[in-house]
């Protein structure tokens, strides 16, 4: 059984950076896809970037350009540099990765929080 360890989340101000990473308990080499979601008080959970074993990143159109997703397999970690946050950003982040057949994974989340 993986586990996956999100760390970094916290209070920051509009406009300021964070970084996420997320560390995971054994390999991530062939977690196909890693992702990071969100999800604010009283609403699902979304995808906000995902990235596949091969480097291929999507992201959600609210986040594109100010986030970067990015993974090293070396380390076994995935990581999610946020830029440029706005109050709208605040909410509990979480790690997600998927295991071929039929294995999914997620952290326990994070909490960010952007103040206005």
């Known amino acids: 059984q993986v586990q996956l360890v999100e760390s970094g989340g916290g209070l920051v101000q509009a406009g300021g950076s964070l970084r996420l990473s997320c560390a995971a308990s054994s390999s991530i080499s062939n977690f196909d896809p890693m992702a990071w979601y969100r999800q604010a008080p009283g609403e699902q959970r979304d995808m906000v970037a995902s990235?596949?074993?091969?480097?291929?990143?999507n992201y959600a159109n609210s986040v594109k350009d100010r986030f970067t997703i990015s993974r090293d397999n070396a380390k076994n970690t995935l990581y999610l540099q946020m830029n440029s946050l706005k109050p709208e950003d605040t909410a509990v982040y979480y790690c997600?990765?998927?295991?071929?057949?039929?294995?999914?994974?997620w952290g326990q989340g994070t909490q960010v929080t952007v103040a206005s």
């Open positions: 990235i596949t074993s091969g480097g291929i990143t």
């Open positions: 997600y990765g998927f295991q071929e057949p039929w294995s999914a994974f």
